[in-house]
Nanobody, 123 residues
Framework: QVQLVQSGGGSGQPGGSLRISCKIP????????MGWFRQTPGDEREGLAT???????NYVDAVKGRFTVSTDYAKNNVYLDMNSLKPEDTAAYYCGYRDGSCGSMWYRLFKYWGQGTQVSVSS
């Protein structure tokens, strides 16, 4: 089982910004999808954003315009830049990998996961 390595996140204030990084697996399919998810206790993991190997991105409405997913293939990283943070963004954040193109953000379609990073937003 491959575990992706995350870094970043932490605590922020409403209206502030945070970044989380995730290492893309050393071995990947020719086409693959990286996604960002979050989870609060008692809830299912929620898809937030995905980025395909062709650079196309997709966001759920809750984060559209505030969060940005990007990749740096030279560093083998995928990033989630979170701006205009809100207290309701408080959650554990996970990156995920799946073979093939991005489509549904249903978390069960993703086979490799990061260890999770806590993001807490409060004043």
């Amino acid at each position: 089982q491959v575990q992706l390595v995350q870094s970043g996140g932490g605590s922020g204030q409403p209206g502030g910004s945070l970044r989380i990084s995730c290492k893309i697996p050393g071995y990947t399919a020719n086409r693959y999808c990286m996604g960002w998810f979050r989870q609060t206790p008692g809830d299912e993991r929620e898809g937030l954003a995905t980025i395909d190997t062709d650079g196309s991105t997709n966001y759920v409405d809750a984060v559209k315009g505030r969060f940005t997913v990007s990749t740096d293939y030279a560093k083998n990283n995928v990033y989630l830049d979170m701006n205009s943070l809100k207290p309701e963004d408080t959650a554990a954040y996970y990156c995920g990998y799946r073979d093939g193109s991005c489509g549904s953000m249903w978390y069960r379609l993703f086979k490799y996961w990061g260890q999770g990073t806590q993001v807490s937003v409060s004043s």
